[in-house]
């Protein structure tokens, strides 16, 4: 018997230590089993099913499926939320990453602008979106009134016009969190050590090749972990639209979340929606997958 | 300036309810058919409802009133300011629907289909006031196979509204209750306004809302058939019409957009109260805040005339739930309300229309300012069978998300009225009533 691991209630040190560790992680373990896997499971059976929530759910096999690949909305949404992705995502990693560089720089009152771009992120998300509708007012708005003055570019119904639209909303997502990523990439840009710059610049490397060949190599981790969080979060897009646009004009903003919820709460139709669910998680499993792959073999993670 | 608004708002409400309740203590108390069985009951029972502040203060008094004829009773007031549907949804899902509760008229029909409704028919023998001479038409929105499964508490006319200031700067007569579709646009055209430059509109002749009540009445003007044999039927060429009124007064730049106000953060009826439109048409809910906040004089007719009158039917019916231990407490609470004592108590507040023909024309229910001529004549032209049909689908709220997004492409330009409604058509009879 070794001793030295053996406490007086016939534990060991490494059971008495797991025991703990369980204890520790027992209460998140459960939330996420019962409020996140749960309901994840739940609803791909309730998929499978119609249910308007007052009746009986009646068993439905893939009909929910077949009826939403048929769907026009649905097809609309789905495209429009992947426009959503294509423009929100890199705009926002791009300007993130200006952000940051930007930020990384010697400046005088740095901290007061690394405020000033955080500062929307911690806004309700509510008194953004109305703002935004104001700056976007065709008639009034202070962004048409810029373009008349200074490019003499009639008003343009910047979320009236289905053209215009999803573009707006996305510009002002944009603008609201660019500052959290800036955050991310600040502190990544920041973790590089100065002798690695030192040691470049004796070798007499521009800014450029310090950018291309110091920075973004160094900080792809996070550039990675950003791509990946911002990626999902494009796909789930629901509050901006339901505040400024309600899907409209026509169906020219619906995404497919803004669409889910429409079916499970105003429709009543919730085995339909938790297809919707189903296909969503599917189809973000599948980018993510696909980034993964992409870009995990860029990724240095030793500096 | 604000919490003067304020101070003067709560003052004024407390004098209308006090006034309410007063005129409630006038009634005799043998006025009311169900107070001798009223005081034979006994229980606990829940009322669940929706509305503002003021409202649940207007019910917490009928309440009140009604536990003095049933001292046994206690009536639990279940007040749900917003998401009202949602939450009844989940309540209903839960299988924990309060005794009473709130249900619009097109959202009937899924409660009944899931047999949480009470047949209250049975009651209305039992209670004959509740029916006597009440509005044609609006029972209907509540009878399934026959059952009275939903009751219509109340209900509002639509009209139009003017700020007869802007009439008389403008000198153009004010219109009255004839006036027609023509002499609408007309009229919307010559108050419109422009900035000093003329690059933008200043005031609206008139405003649209891309919403229910505002297509029934426009199409119903024309007497479309909008929904017929179980089929949406925008693309008629009445109910092209009808919409073309909204789709022109757009076009001629006599009213915003939809997009263009929801693009000011606003809504409609707040444009007119800061006096930016000149005429606006909706229902009696907005008298309260009009009373209240216009600094200009104003008042109401009906809608123009088209080819006919049709107004919607827009109201929240009573339903008793089927799990409820309680029917009798509960169609005895629910014969207060629509008693007339329980009726002044509510009515005072121009929120609503009682729906029984002889308040109609009494000051005490249907008070002004506005004039009331506009809402008493409405009553003989109330909804429509197109609209009966629809609501009782319990698709409605489907059907109206699919005519709201096609007809807001149309509004703001994006397409055609007729693509719009072709649109509609497709999608709903494609989809919803495929069969």
């Not at chain 1, 896997?37 to 893939?62: A, C, D, H, M």
């Not at chain 2, 029909?109 to 004959?128: F, H």
Request: charged share 20%.
């Amino acid at each position: 018997m070794n001793n030295t691991s053996t406490v007086k209630h016939g534990l060991t040190l490494r059971q008495k230590e797991a025991a703990t560790g369980v204890a520790f992680i027992a209460l998140p373990l459960l939330s996420l089993l019962v409020f996140m896997y749960y309901p994840i499971i739940r609803s791909f059976f309730i998929s499978l099913y119609e249910w308007n929530l007052l009746q009986k759910p009646t068993f439905n096999g893939v009909n929910n499926y077949k009826t939403l690949f048929a769907d026009k909305v649905f097809l609309t949404s789905l495209w429009n939320t992947c426009r959503w992705v294509i423009t929100y995502v890199p705009m926002s990693v791009v300007t993130s990453f200006l952000l940051a560089l930007l930020l990384d720089q010697k400046l005088k009152g740095a901290g007061f602008f690394r405020t000033l771009y955080y500062l929307p992120v911690v806004a309700p998300i509510v008194v953004v979106a109305l703002l935004w509708v104001w700056i976007y007012n065709t008639d009034y708005g202070i962004l048409n009134f810029i373009l008349e003055k200074l490019f003499h570019i009639k008003p343009i119904g910047w979320l009236t016009d289905a053209r215009f639209s999803l573009f707006a909303i996305a510009v002002m997502s944009v603008w609201k969190w660019a500052g959290y990523n800036m955050l991310i990439f600040l502190a990544a840009l920041q973790g590089i050590d100065d002798s690695i710059y030192e040691a470049a610049e004796l070798d007499g490397v521009t800014p450029w090749t310090k950018l291309f060949y110091i920075k973004i190599p160094l900080v792809m981790p996070s550039i990675y972990f950003v791509m990946l969080t911002a990626v999902i979060d494009a796909f789930q897009m629901f509050t901006e639209i339901f505040i400024m646009t309600k899907g409209g004009p026509g169906y020219s903003t619906y995404t497919v979340s803004y669409y889910l919820w429409s079916c499970a709460f105003e429709y009543s139709k919730m085995g339909y929606a938790c297809a919707m669910a189903a296909v969503m998680f599917v189809i973000i499993l599948v980018v993510t997958l696909i980034q993964n792959k992409v870009m995990d073999r860029r990724v240095q993670y030793d500096m | 300036m604000k919490k003067n608004l304020k101070k003067a708002m709560a003052f004024m409400m407390a004098v209308a309810m006090t006034a309410g309740l007063a005129l409630a203590a006038d009634v005799k108390a043998d006025d009311w058919e169900g107070a001798e069985k009223a005081a034979t009951l006994s229980g606990d029972i829940q009322y669940m409802h929706s509305g503002d502040d003021y409202e649940r203060e207007m019910y917490a008094g009928v309440f009140e009133s009604y536990m003095k004829y049933a001292p046994e009773v206690h009536v639990e007031q279940m007040y749900v300011p917003s998401d009202y549907a949602t939450k009844l949804q989940t309540l209903a899902s839960a299988n924990s629907l309060p005794d009473l509760f709130w249900m619009g008229e097109s959202g009937i029909k899924q409660y009944y289909d899931a047999g949480m409704l009470y047949d209250m028919t049975p009651y209305l023998e039992e209670y004959p006031d509740l029916t006597e001479d009440i509005v044609d038409g609006v029972l209907e929105y509540g009878n399934f196979d026959g059952k009275q499964v939903a009751f219509p508490k109340d209900w509002t006319s639509y009209v139009m509204y003017l700020n007869t200031d802007m009439f008389a700067e403008a000198g153009v007569d004010v219109p009255t209750n004839d006036w027609t579709v023509d002499d609408y646009k007309e009229i919307a055209a010559k108050l419109t306004k422009k900035t000093e430059d003329g690059s933008r509109v200043d005031v609206y002749g008139t405003a649209i809302n891309n919403y229910r009540a505002d297509w029934i009445n426009w199409m119903g003007n024309y007497g479309a058939e909008w929904f017929k044999d179980g089929k949406s039927n925008f693309s008629d060429e009445k109910s092209l019409q009808g919409l073309g009124v909204m789709y022109d007064l757009i076009q001629a730049g006599s009213a915003p957009s939809p997009g263009t106000v929801s693009s000011t953060g606003d809504s409609e009826d707040r444009l007119f109260i800061i006096g930016k439109v000149a005429m606006y048409p909706s229902g009696r809910w907005v008298i309260p805040s009009f009373r209240q906040e216009c600094d200009f004089a104003w008042d109401a007719v009906e809608m123009p005339m088209g080819t006919t009158r049709v107004c919607p039917f827009i109201c929240s019916m009573v339903g008793i739930a089927s799990t409820t231990k309680l029917p009798d407490v509960a169609a005895n609470v629910l014969s207060y309300q629509m008693s007339d004592e329980g009726l002044v108590q509510v009515m005072g507040s121009a929120l609503s229309l009682p729906a029984y023909n002889d308040l109609m024309a009494n000051e005490e229910y249907v008070n002004t300012p506005p004039s009331a001529d506009a809402f008493i004549n409405s009553a003989a032209y109330l909804g429509s069978q197109s609209q009966l049909e629809a609501s009782q689908t319990g698709k409605w709220s489907e059907y109206g998300s699919i005519i709201s997004a096609n007809l807001s492409d149309a509004f703001e330009g994006n397409v055609t009225l007729e693509e719009a409604c072709k649109a509609i058509d497709e999608q709903a009879n494609g989809t919803l009533f495929a069969d």
